[in-house]
């Protein structure tokens, strides 16, 4: 499948993702702040890589506990990469299972027994729309508690 070719500001696109979460995380008192810091381009499909940043941060924001933040970052990495940081202060996953989340129907034990959430696909989707740009994501437990996933894209040359 082509990718679109829309020039896709990241910060415009993750504040309108922190926009809507912190509409939802309001009455948990979850607050997500955007720590932008490099205003960078990527070229690709808008839509699906706002559902990328949908998706890791509801489920940054489902796993926080109530009156914790949401941290998201934007910071270019040495080599013309942009890379995007979604840290909670959720359990995070426990190590041996870190890989399988990408897959497809994948959830962890604390999210199957509850009734909120999706059906373990988000993270698999988010996963395949990030390689067709060109990028990587990966997932960790955070050193002091809760978890980090980390989003890297090429940054489009201007
Ligand atoms: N921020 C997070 N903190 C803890 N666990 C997480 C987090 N993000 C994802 N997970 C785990 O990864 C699984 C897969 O995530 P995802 O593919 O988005 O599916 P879903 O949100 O439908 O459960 C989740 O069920 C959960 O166990
Ligand atoms: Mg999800």
Redesign the pocket.
């Known amino acids: 499948m082509d990718v679109k070719q829309d020039v896709v500001s990241i910060d415009d696109l993750v504040r309108t993702v922190v926009a809507n979460a912190n509409f939802e995380g309001a009455d948990k008192g979850k607050l997500v702040v955007f720590e932008g810091s490099r205003n960078a381009s990527v070229r690709g499909d808008r839509s699906l890589l706002q559902s990328v940043f949908e ?1 890791v941060v509801r ?2 924001l489902r ?1 926080t506990p109530s009156g914790t933040t949401v941290t998201i970052s934007a910071k270019q990495a040495a080599d013309d990469t942009l890379v995007v940081v979604v840290e ?1 202060c ?4 426990p190590e041996a299972q870190i890989e399988e ?1 990408f897959k497809p129907f ?3 034990d ?2 199957r027994n509850r009734a909120s ?8 989707i988010a996963h395949a729309a990030v390689r067709k740009h060109g990028g990587t994501i990966t997932a960790a437990n955070r050193t002091n508690g809760g ?1 980090c996933v980390k989003i890297s894209l090429p940054i489009l040359k201007s």
């Open positions: 998706n489920n940054a796993h909670d959720g359990p995070g996953v989340i994948v959830r962890g604390y999210a959430g999706g059906y373990g696909i988000g993270l698999a978890f």
